[in-house]
């Protein structure tokens, strides 16, 4: 019987030991920080706790999004070969590398009334820039590629030996996708959106840039902190650590999710 072979040099334990370190400090002072006597009152003002419900609902509708754009993305991606597949993909994950306030002012000259369809939007009586609508699109900018992203590499494992021998037995590509497809990379579209929802919930350039910080409109939690911060250190802390737990449990699921999905035969 062979052992798992662990023969890792003391020397980069060490060094990872730094890695983790430098990522938990920060963290531990913020926790360290709080004021937990107030804890309570500093997370419940009014424009505390409207910030956190409009950052849950928009970064849910995100999702939403995220998911009915970025599934036939990744399938196109990982299934298809077409001209140009590459550039598509190097401008579908852009958003991961691009600063976020790059990605407002995109999305501002795109969407704004001064934008590429912002004249034909306001035709229509749809003015999308400094609203909730904006908030939405935003997160969905910044969003999308961890879907995307998390989606191809699970149909690129998943392989197509399942969906080959379907075809072969007459079914249909849109039966082959629904009965096939979908349920064979389910954990990971499930995973792909629990990061996406993590990701739109913590946007904050993006956000600041094309839908502006009015309170109970567009101003979500990551907004809400920043502004604490000039006025009330203690509650933008307190506020940054309901975001840190949240995000922490978020992308503990998606984990546990990916663990479930690669421990399966």
């Known amino acids: 019987m062979n052992a798992a072979y662990s023969g890792v040099p003391r020397w980069l ?89 790059v990605g407002g002012i995109a999305l501002l000259y795109t969407f704004g009334r001064q934008g590429l369809l912002g004249e034909s939007l306001r035709i229509l009586g749809v003015d999308i820039a400094f609203s909730t609508t904006a908030v939405v699109l935003a997160q969905t900018f910044v969003a999308l590629p961890f879907l995307v992203l998390s989606l191809e590499g699970a149909l690129r494992t998943a392989g197509t030996r399942y969906e080959t021998v379907a075809a072969t037995l007459g079914a249909r590509p849109t039966t082959v996708l629904l009965r096939v497809s979908l349920p064979l990379v389910g954990p990971g579209i499930v995973a792909g959106a629990v990061l996406s929802f993590a990701r739109a919930l913590g ?26 911060r000039e006025t009330d250190a203690d509650a933008a802390v307190a506020l940054s650590l309901v975001l840190v737990a949240v995000a922490v449990i978020v992308v503990a699921l998606a984990h546990r999710i990916q663990e479930g999905d690669a421990r399966e035969p």
Do not use: H, M, N
Not at 50 to 62: D, E, N, R, V
């Open 13 to 101: 334990i060490a060094v990872a030991a730094a890695g983790a370190l430098f990522l938990v400090l920060p963290l531990a002072a913020i926790v360290l920080r709080v004021e937990w006597l107030r804890f309570g009152e500093l997370i419940t003002s009014d424009s505390s706790t409207a910030a956190l419900l409009l950052s849950l609902q928009t970064s849910a509708t995100s999702t939403v999004l995220c998911v009915l754009l970025g599934v036939p993305l990744a399938f196109a991606l990982a299934r298809t070969r077409f001209w140009g597949q590459r550039v598509l993909r190097a401008l579908v994950l852009l958003p991961l590398v691009l600063p976020p306030v």
């Open 203 to 228: 946007e904050f350039g993006a956000t600041l840039t094309f839908a502006g910080s009015l309170q109970g409109v567009t101003r979500t939690l990551p907004l809400e902190i920043y502004l604490q």
